[in-house]
């Protein structure tokens, strides 16, 4: 099984830094990309930021400029380093996976449980 673990997430002043985290752990064969979402109460669910196992990145175009998706040990810790946050930032911030877990198997989405960034002065 595969876990996704957040972590990061806090209470910041607009323009404003912080740094999250999630780290993949399990049975895991290959890692395609990892991702970042976020989800504001009463909005929908929004990919922020995404990375390729190549390091292809993509973003947001509200975020872009201000974030940075990256990634560490093989893929299984990605991390988002945002700055000049703003109040519009706030949401729960969610890890995601596409894995597949063992040789041959599925290729499946895995989600963290999210991480609170709350934006405010």
């Known amino acids: 099984q595969v876990q996704l673990v957040e972590y990061g997430g806090g209470l910041v002043q607009p323009g404003g830094s912080l740094k999250l985290s999630c780290t993949a752990s399990g049975t895991i064969f290959y890692i395609y990309t990892m991702n970042w979402y976020r989800q504001a109460p009463g909005n929908e669910r929004e990919l922020v930021a995404t990375i390729t196992s190549t390091g292809g990145t993509n973003y947001l175009d509200s975020v872009k400029g201000r974030f940075t998706i990256s990634s560490r040990n093989d893929r299984k810790t990605v991390d988002l380093q945002m700055n000049s946050l703003k109040p519009e930032d706030t949401a729960v911030y969610y890890c995601?996976?596409?894995?597949?877990?063992?040789?041959?198997?599925?290729?499946?989405?895995?989600w963290g449980r999210g991480t609170l960034v709350t934006v405010s002065s």
């Open positions: 995601n996976a596409v894995i597949t877990p063992i040789a041959f198997d599925n290729i499946n989405n895995y």
